[in-house]
């Protein structure tokens, strides 16, 4: 049964940082496109980060330069390093997964979906 588990995630002033982790078991995940969204209230949940099973990572402009996604694969977990995080930023962090070559950040294109871990930027 394939499965995501997100942790990480916390309250850290503006400025600070965060490493959230997805954590996959039931598939290998390094052959899957792996997502990260954010759901802030009352807004649409949208697409931060994703990385391919090839490698090929991309971003949402808001964060570039200040989020990074990575894979261990010797682990089964896909990464999310948050730096310089801003007010902006706070919401429910998930990761999805989809067994597919394709990158996108369409939440609609993914199938499997962890439960999602709080973020919280706030002075």
């Known amino acids: 049964q394939l499965q995501l588990v997100e942790s990480g995630g916390g309250l850290v002033h503006p400025g600070g940082s965060l490493k959230l982790s997805c954590a996959a078991s039931?598939?290998?995940?390094?052959?899957?496109?792996i997502g990260w969204f954010r759901q802030a209230p009352g807004k649409e949940r949208e697409g931060v980060s994703c990385?391919?099973?090839?490698?090929?990572?991309t971003y949402v402009d808001s964060v570039k330069g200040r989020f990074t996604i990575s894979r261990d694969n010797a682990k089964n977990t896909v990464y999310l390093q948050m730096n310089n995080l801003k007010p902006e930023d706070t919401g429910i962090y998930y990761c999805?997964?989809?067994?597919?070559?394709?990158?996108?950040?369409?939440?609609?294109?993914?199938?499997?979906w962890g439960q999602g871990t709080q973020v919280t930027v706030s002075s």
């Open positions: 999805a997964a989809e067994w597919t070559l394709i990158s996108s950040m369409d939440p609609t294109y993914y199938s499997s």
């Open positions: 039931g598939f290998t995940a390094d052959y899957y496109l």
């Open positions: 990385i391919t099973g090839g490698g090929e990572k």
